[in-house]
């Protein structure tokens, strides 16, 4: 169990717990049918990750103590995969955007589920993806991450992923630099990363 703090420092949250797994480049979620490949300098969280869930924590692989220098663009990222079918955004980008720009869909982004703590900076669609730039005034989804988020929403192989991108509460980053993250995530995903430079 593990949790962020300024500093990019991965602690042991509970002492005592059992040696966590070592990071890794890349983990096969939901049986293999989608493989969460980390950006330049990232790793996959294996002991935050839940693959069989489809659910993979990244992070610069120099916080999870892989000895590796730090990337210039810190942050942690969190994938979700749905169930087989689940995968209807190309059909529906200009719904989902009508509803992220919603209440309801403020509520949806909410790590509590209160709308009002909700502010979406902006939504954009393209090559059947959805995504929302969005602050987030509630606890963070892990301790020591900033409040502003970039989320997207994709269909790969069928399935609905939801791929989110947050900077350190001490270290923010910049809306191009989230974006950027965001995007080397989803390639990764996609199996077509290319390392570019991040646009602040």
Same mark, same amino acid.
Not at 72 to 101: C, F, K, R, Y
Not at 158 to 168: D, F, I, M, P, Q
Not at 181 to 189: A, F, P
């Given at each position: 169990?593990?949790?962020?703090?300024?500093?990019?420092?991965?602690? =042991? %949250?509970?002492?005592g717990c059992?040696? #966590?797994p070592?990071p +890794?480049?890349?983990l096969a979620?939901?049986g293999? !049918?989608i /493989?969460?490949t980390?950006?330049?300098?990232?790793?996959?969280?294996?002991?935050?990750s839940?693959?069989d869930?489809?659910?993979a924590?990244m992070?610069?692989?120099?916080?999870?103590?892989s000895?590796? =220098? %730090?990337?210039?663009?810190?942050?942690? #990222?969190?994938?979700? +995969?749905?169930?087989?079918?689940?995968g209807?955004? !190309?059909e /529906?980008q200009?719904?989902l955007?009508?509803?992220?720009?919603?209440?309801?869909?403020?509520?949806?982004?909410?790590?509590?589920?209160?709308?009002?703590?909700i502010?979406?900076?902006g939504?954009?669609?393209?090559?059947?993806?959805?995504t929302?730039h969005?602050?987030?005034?509630?606890?963070p989804?892990?301790?020591?991450l900033?409040?502003?988020?970039w989320?997207?929403?994709?269909?790969i192989?069928?399935?609905?992923?939801?791929?989110?991108v947050?900077?350190l509460?001490s270290?923010?980053?910049?809306?191009?630099t989230?974006?950027?993250?965001?995007?080397?995530?989803?390639?990764?995903?996609?199996?077509n990363d290319?390392?570019?430079?991040p646009?602040?």
């Amino acid at each position: 169990m593990r949790s962020v703090v300024p500093g990019l420092i991965w602690a =042991a %949250a509970v002492a005592g717990c059992a040696a #966590a797994p070592p990071p +890794v480049k890349s983990l096969a979620l939901v049986g293999g !049918a989608i /493989n969460a490949t980390a950006p330049a300098g990232y790793c996959v969280d294996p002991g935050a990750s839940q693959p069989d869930a489809g659910f993979a924590v990244m992070a610069p692989c120099a916080t999870l103590g892989s000895g590796d =220098a %730090a990337p210039d663009v810190l942050g942690v #990222a969190t994938i979700q +995969v749905g169930l087989p079918g689940s995968g209807t955004v !190309a059909e /529906n980008q200009s719904a989902l955007m009508d509803i992220l720009n919603s209440d309801t869909g403020a509520g949806l982004l909410s790590t509590t589920g209160a709308a009002v703590e909700i502010t979406v900076i902006g939504t954009a669609s393209e090559d059947n993806t959805v995504t929302v730039h969005f602050n987030d005034d509630g606890a963070p989804p892990i301790d020591g991450l900033a409040g502003e988020e970039w989320r997207a929403f994709t269909d790969i192989n069928g399935r609905l992923v939801t791929v989110a991108v947050r900077g350190l509460a001490s270290a923010p980053m910049g809306e191009g630099t989230g974006f950027w993250l965001l995007g080397r995530v989803i390639n990764g995903l996609l199996g077509n990363d290319k390392p570019t430079d991040p646009e602040t």
